[in-house]
């Protein structure tokens, strides 16, 4: 009876539990004033108080944005991949034949030990770079848009040369993506020879290849390395960090510093999405980047005084992708088919209420920049609207046959969509469970799988041992960059030095296994690794025509149903600052830090 | 004549048996209500999913939707009824909990009566291979036996458990194997002749079923809390009717512990984990007094 009575007291106390959590809510935000700025960094779930202030760290406490700066601040604008906002660098200018770019730092700006940032401060950092492995400054020899040359001018004055052999419209966007430290703090990190090795390892021979271990090994210094007291050419330095948040104070230094309002930030700690639904529920973040958040969250999260949700543009979206190695996705219509079964509307409202708009159909492209990229023709592809009579002719017209309400394989065997996931995506995995659902109520017999984590997806996807699964495509802005995600490696093509190769299917991370050439209607026999390819390398006018055979290509021949195109959903608190970025403005796509260091942010009187 | 008389007393001693059960259930209502709990699951994991269609209707419009007669547990973020969830859940829970049971108890008494029994070398190796068994710790095993093996029926899962757990009833069936082959009726027997099989299987074996099958049930929870804990844990391949599964969907998808919407959705499968320890409780303290009169309140 003893054991019944603890039972039921241990029931009581779980109700009691349950009662007063769902009671414990919209508790307001008050302290109206403050001139501390709270936040969460988005990049970095779970803040490690023995962190470096190192920005190469993964668990570094070097915040992008306050206390890390980059050359400039991508705009990520919806066709331009080389708008930026100033940072480190207050201009550039490139070249007409976009073979350099000169970059002319910010006058009076100075390190928060007071020392000046300078040129060589840039020179080093892109050596850094070189050790990171960052697109312009990638060692493989023939990596498109790599830097060729990088000239000290003056000193605020850097000149970077592209090597023109096989160059890229985003060799700009590759230089200023550029982390900048300071060079008397860090130099000690890199030999004095340095830059000889960089220049080595760009050959092809032996001694290239020792030359590019020996930097991948800087690399891996580079991360590990202390640099001690945190020295920032940002707005903000770092005072002090504990498990619960990061507390960074304003920099006198920085050259805006004057138009810098609030006095310090507090970067808050997080290690899951519901830590940040709370702090944003009581009103604790004056901003919050994009987080998945479930409707019942988000409208308390709307009743919180001063709270403001606003939406931009992300340029990335999601697609079911298939394995056409495997049977019947080697068939077009098999591909149709399901693009016409799956409602993706009912996907989206399932998946990603708040952060997604349904795919208008499927180009490759997210929506916002389809319509700037195709305009009007845009509205002349197949949009893919769910139909279950066009699906089933499609289906036919690939040979499949339904038996019993179900459909089999042409041979009669039967046939299972296995759709694949990491575990803890868990808008895709409702995305996925949706689809099953609907393809199940249609004679579509259906399953979704996890993997234990996002690596091994990856691993496993880029090694053929998925059906489908989800992809994340449309990853803009550079048109090359938004293509290479299905006519690049992993459907088969390589670009090396310019000269784009196709492997066969199952070959060399070739999983999506497209022919090499496909027939659309209208453009007749197209290589569409090829086009990507070109789209590095031609004009803006050239660009927009290849941008729409190619947006034909991927709506005739389905590698992927786009699924949704992601919307950038965040979080602001009015109470205590004001001079937000509002919806669709470009300033949404950076770390809240630019905002402030931009001087946009402002007290509330 | 004899074999008559037998009979007769052996069919008396089942009669007195029952009645005896029959009298201790009586005497508390709790024990009862016990076995109508697990007598409840065994129906809802048998023919339970046979209610519902094999892909359950979900309404978009109604996701999270709160309690209503219609749905008594609310939906979940597909707008599917949580209550058909947790009956079709259970067929996997139950049926891969009740193996890991039989595998523990069947392995575990095994080894511990012929170890405590034969003593020597034998008792030695094996014993020596417990200690080892129970020093591996089972929660980091089984995660790292995710990323290679699947779990993909609820028999596999069961086979991983029950191996992993038999340690410990080895041990104790042992240690009481040593101390009932000293006593007299185990003595007279080895006196008389019999085989070593006739004194495990007829003379020990039954001395020691209640024991055994009380541990049995104790099994059935724990196998209950490991695979819950590692689906919603998300280390398991995603089945969304698998009561851990949901409890991770309620919790990550649905923000149940921020949020009273998803709330439903979490405490259905909890509830049914907690009726379920509740049930295997109330039958075990009933079992304990059935089997050893020494507690009987008569």
């Known amino acids: ?605 | 004549m004899t074999s008559v008389i037998l009979e007769t007393s052996s069919a008396s001693l089942r009669r007195n048996f029952w009645r005896g059960v029959w009298r201790v259930m009586k005497r508390k209502p709790s024990r009862m209500a016990g076995v109508l709990i697990l007598i409840g699951f065994a129906f809802m994991a048998t023919a339970g999913p046979l209610f519902y269609p094999d892909n359950l209707p979900r309404d978009v419009n109604n996701t999270y939707g709160p309690m209503t007669w219609e749905h008594p547990f609310g939906t979940d973020g597909q707008g599917k009824d949580v209550l058909a969830q947790v009956v079709t859940g259970s067929q996997y829970v139950l049926l891969s909990a009740l193996v890991t049971a039989l595998i523990t108890v069947v392995l575990g008494t095994a080894i511990g009566l012929f170890s405590g029994f034969k003593r020597g070398r034998w008792d030695t190796v094996l014993m020596r291979l417990t200690d080892m068994k129970l020093t591996i710790p089972g929660l980091p095993l089984l995660l790292v036996l995710s990323t290679v093996w699947k779990f993909g029926s609820a028999v596999e899962m069961g086979l991983v458990l029950g191996l992993l757990n038999w340690g410990t009833v080895a041990r104790a069936v042992r240690s009481q194997t040593l101390s009932l082959r000293e006593r007299g009726f185990i003595e007279a027997a080895r006196g008389l002749g019999l085989s070593t099989g006739h004194i495990i299987g007829k003379e020990l074996l039954p001395t020691m079923a209640p024991y055994i099958a009380m541990n049995m049930l104790i099994s059935v929870t724990g196998a209950v809390y490991a695979q819950v804990g590692l689906f919603f844990l998300g280390v398991l391949p995603y089945e969304a009717d698998n009561w851990g599964v949901m409890l991770n969907l309620a919790v990550f998808g649905g923000g149940a512990m921020t949020t009273a919407a998803a709330l439903p959705y979490l405490l259905a499968p909890l509830l049914a984990i907690l009726l379920l320890t509740l049930g295997i409780v109330l039958v075990v303290d009933a079992m304990d007094e059935i089997f050893n009169p020494r507690l009987r309140e008569e």
């Open chain 1, 1 to 605: 009876m003893k054991r019944l009575a603890a039972v039921v007291a241990l029931l009581g106390i779980a109700a009691a539990s349950a009662c007063s959590s769902s009671g414990n809510t919209n508790k307001s935000a008050s302290g109206g004033g403050s001139a501390v700025y709270t936040t969460i960094d988005g990049t970095k779930p779970g803040i490690d108080p023995n962190g470096p202030a190192n920005p190469f760290a993964p668990k570094g406490n070097s915040f992008s944005g306050y206390n890390a700066m980059k050359l400039a601040w991508a705009k990520n604008h919806l066709t331009d991949p080389n708008q930026f906002y100033p940072g480190i660098a207050e201009s550039w200018e490139v070249a007409p034949d976009n073979s350099s770019i000169t970059i002319r730092l910010q006058p009076d700006n100075k390190w928060s030990d007071g020392k000046p940032v300078t040129a060589e401060d840039v020179k080093l950092s892109l050596a850094i770079a070189y050790t990171q492995g960052s697109t312009a400054f990638a060692l493989q020899p023939g990596a498109a848009g790599a830097a060729a040359e990088v000239t000290v001018v003056d000193d605020k004055t850097v000149k970077v040369t592209q090597d023109m052999s096989n160059p890229s419209q985003t060799f700009a966007r590759g230089v200023l993506d550029t982390a900048v430290v300071p060079a008397h703090v860090w130099s000690s990190v890199l030999p004095a020879d340095i830059w000889d090795k960089i220049k080595a390892a760009r050959g092809t021979d032996a001694a290239a290849e020792a030359a590019r271990t020996e930097i991948t090994e800087l690399g891996k210094k580079i991360i590990a390395h202390n640099p001690g007291k945190d020295v920032s050419a940002g707005p903000y330095v770092l005072e002090r960090v504990n498990p619960s948040a990061a507390l960074l104070k304003k920099n006198p230094n920085f050259y805006n510093a004057a138009n810098v309002a609030p006095d310090a930030v507090q970067l808050l700690n997080y290690t899951g999405n519901e830590q940040v639904w709370n702090y944003l529920k009581a009103g604790k973040l004056d901003s919050a980047p994009f987080v998945a958040v479930p409707a019942d969250t988000m409208a308390q999260i709307k009743q919180t005084p001063g709270n403001v949700v606003v939406k931009g543009y992300s340029p990335v979206a999601v697609g079911l992708a298939f394995n056409q190695s495997k049977k019947p996705y080697d068939n077009v219509h098999v591909r149709r088919g399901l693009a016409y079964l799956i409602n993706r509307a009912e996907v989206q409202k399932i998946a990603s209420p708040e952060g997604g708009l349904p795919a208008v159909t499927t180009t490759g492209i997210h929506q916002k920049a389809a319509a700037e990229w195709l305009g009007a023709e845009l509205n002349n592809l197949e949009p893919y609207a769910h139909d279950v009579a066009k699906a089933e002719a499609e289906f036919k017209a690939a040979g499949l046959t339904k038996k019993d309400g179900k459909w089999t394989l042409p041979d009669g065997k039967p046939w299972k969509v296995s759709m694949h996931a990491p575990a803890g995506f868990s808008d895709w995995l409702a995305a996925q469970e949706n689809i099953k659902s609907q393809l199940i109520d249609n004679g579509v017999d259906a399953e979704v799988v996890t993997t234990a984590d996002f690596p091994l997806y990856q691993t496993e996807m880029a090694e053929g041992k998925y059906d489908t699964g989800f992809w994340l495509i449309a990853l803009g802005p550079a048109p090359y960059n938004i293509f290479q995600r299905i006519y690049g490696s992993a459907n088969g093509w390589t670009n090396i030095a310019g000269k784009v190769t196709h492997n066969a299917p199952g070959k060399n991370g070739n999983w999506m296994g497209s022919a090499e050439e496909i027939e659309v209607e209208g453009l007749g026999k197209v290589n569409p690794g090829e086009l990507t390819a070109k789209l590095n390398s031609v004009g803006a006018e050239e660009q927009k025509d290849l941008m729409l055979q190619l947006a034909k290509v991927a709506n005739a021949d389905l590698p992927v149903v786009q699924m949704w195109d992601y919307v950038n959903t965040q979080f602001q608190n009015h109470s205590r600052f004001t001079g937000f970025p509002g919806d669709d403005h470009d300033l949404l796509r950076q770390p809240h830090g630019v905002w402030i260091q931009l001087g946009m942010i402002k007290k509330k009187a």
